[in-house]
């Protein structure tokens, strides 16, 4: 039988508020927008005619980015008493129909307890509601240890919900759906850095937008984390028992949802409108999920049954991952026996970055060894594998430096290769951001030495968008034919601390949103270090395909033709199938 969401009541999690207080504030500290967008209009009526036309019984009010604190405690303080008590007189008017996560002024921890105090014990209110970083303070700070105390006396349970991090203030649509979600995942891992997760085991969390990225990006931080922490693996498992996600914007049956509820299982994903910001969407984002591949006692769980039992049960709720649910499929696999991400470290490299960098250090580096990487090939079942170069300390130096080592690698790895082509092949390496030793050296390794691909090397993030292409650049790795391998320059540290990790995967987002899709479309890239992102990512992020950036409005033209006429959505067609070798 067809699933019908009006069949079944919800509880919501995540619904945010707009109310005049709020807004009239932002605009008096000269927020006329947030993060580029307009304020929402909300009002009690419209947020109970919401409820009503989709079936939502009960909501948990929470306010949403840019938060209560800007900087001066009093005033702070007194903020968040008057929307707390706000609050509480609209749950007052609709007792059995609205809750609330209290505001508190964090970073300031005596007010925050002070507010924790009065809005659980006196108001009455759900639980506390918090950002992903208070001012840029993450919620692993070893100064908020008091305040989670408090919390964790009281069996709180806290929403998060994400605000932009620093670095994501220039990238409009990127930074709503890809900085969100990664800030959303970098303060619950910050708690656990921080050994909170062991010292505050009362206190159950509930993450916006499916925990962020954390379903996707899970196994490749989770063994950066144990060089800090050698016992986090297992710590994990039993704290997450702890952990609830909610549905908002990862309603996609082909990738998102599996993944997440693999991850969480089903006894922990609850469900979120994400009203009132989402008040042109909230009734797409349903259609989608009711098309998600659960039984009727699983959708009445996250409904539901699964977040009445996180205000409720005072103990930890067991989670078991539903390991039978798969994403739809995005085609065949092309079995390709080809290693593309390989490194190669030539002796000659390394005697050539001793001198110009005399503390270059070579003790961790393995030189290359032919014998022990065709043995490994043969293990592995590899017919071939593609040598590149990885240095991230390389890309400290001096322009002309860099430049000299490149050029010694290129020359080194031809003829690394050339001594068995049938089994080895060589990317040649470039500097992106150099456009003209790029534009030079992809024409050397081509032209001359005959190298099979280029390995571009790119520091994404932290650019305005008009920085990060050149169009002579891009137009000459397509017209070149060859296997372009995407390589981020700083690719050591842990995924998401280290937020230029993860720039392969920003320099395919971000070449969507530019309207570069051309130069995607018609050029073999080949994504390294992405950490499961790209796909997991593809639907939304593919969106950004449809939105002009210099007039932010979209394609509606082509959006809507590639939505409901050929039924495949454009970027996130190319994201699905792009070639990806971490």
């Known amino acids: 039988m067809k699933f019908k969401s009006a069949n079944y009541l919800k509880w919501d999690t995540h619904h945010h508020i707009n109310p005049k207080i709020y807004e009239d504030e932002l605009r008096q500290m000269g927020i006329d927008k947030v993060n580029g967008l307009d304020h929402p209009k909300w009002s009690e009526k419209m947020m109970m005619k919401w409820m009503d036309e989709i079936g939502i019984e009960r909501v948990f009010m929470s306010i949403s980015t840019p938060g209560v604190h800007f900087g001066d405690d009093d005033h702070s ?22 809750g609330a996560f209290a505001v508190v002024p964090l970073p300031d921890v005596e007010g925050a307890i002070e507010e924790l105090k009065y809005a659980l014990d006196v108001l009455k209110l759900d639980g506390i509601g918090l950002l992903s970083n208070l001012n840029l303070n993450y919620l692993g700070h070893e100064g908020f240890r008091r305040f989670y105390e408090e919390a964790d006396k009281r069996n709180t349970v806290i929403y998060i919900h994400p605000t932009a991090p620093e670095i994501a203030s220039k990238y409009y649509l990127l930074n709503y759906v890809y900085f969100f979600k990664l800030d959303t995942t970098r303060t619950i891992i910050d708690f656990m850095r921080s ?13 916006s937008h499916g925990g ?41 049956s082909d990738e998102m949802l599996p993944t997440t509820f693999n991850f969480f299982g089903d006894n922990h994903v609850v469900y979120g409108s994400d009203l009132c910001w989402a008040q042109r969407s909230y009734k797409y984002y349903m259609k989608q999920f009711s098309m998600f591949n659960l039984n009727h006692g699983q959708f009445k769980k996250v409904f539901k049954d699964n977040v009445k039992s996180v205000f409720k049960s005072k103990e930890s709720i067991e989670y078991s991952p539903v390991h039978n649910i798969k994403p739809e499929s995005y085609g065949e696999e092309k079995k390709n026996r080809i290693k593309y991400h390989y490194h190669c470290m030539p002796k000659s490299v390394i005697e050539h970055l001793k001198s110009v960098n005399t503390s270059f250090c070579s003790d961790k580096i393995e030189p290359w060894n032919a014998k022990k990487v065709l043995n490994w090939m043969d293990k592995s079942h590899y017919e071939k594998v593609m040598l590149s170069l990885e240095i991230p300390d390389l890309w400290q130096l001096k322009d002309d430096a860099i430049t000299s080592v490149l050029r010694t690698y290129n020359e080194s790895v031809a003829e690394i290769r050339n001594k068995n082509p049938q089994k080895l092949g060589a990317f040649g390496a470039v500097d992106f951001e150099n456009v003209e030793h790029a534009l030079k050296e ?5 032209n001359i030495l005959k190298l099979d691909g280029i390995c571009i090397y790119v520091k994404m993030v932290g650019k305005l968008y008009g920085e990060m292409f050149d169009d002579r650049l891009l137009k000459k790795l397509m017209l070149s034919g060859v296997p372009v391998l995407v390589h981020p320059k700083a690719s050591s540290g842990m995924p998401i601390f280290n937020v230029n990790y993860l720039d392969s995967a920003v320099f395919a987002f971000a070449m969507l949103y530019m309207d570069q899709y051309e130069y995607l479309k018609h050029t073999d890239f080949i994504l390294t270090h992405t950490a499961g992102l790209v796909r997991f990512l593809a639907r939304p992020v593919g969106v950004m395909h449809y939105v002009d950036p210099h007039k932010h409005k979209a394609r509606k033209g082509q959006a809507l033709v590639d939505i409901y006429i050929t039924q495949k959505e454009t970027g996130a067609h190319y994201l699905k199938n792009v070639k990806i070798d971490d």
């Open 212 to 252: 962020g990225v954390l379903p996707a990006i899970y196994p490749t931080l989770i063994e950066a984390f144990k060089a800090e922490n050698p016992n986090i693996e297992a710590e994990f498992e039993q704290w997450k028992s702890q952990l609830f996600v909610d549905n908002a914007l990862i309603s996609y």
């Open 77 to 98: 303080r007194r903020f968040c008493r008057r929307l707390n008590e706000y609050m509480a007189s609209v749950s007052k008017r609709h007792p059995d129909r609205v």
């Open 195 to 207: 050994g909170y997760h062991r010292d505050f085991p009362n206190i159950k969390f509930l993450l």
């Open 442 to 446: 992809i024409d050397y390794c081509l």
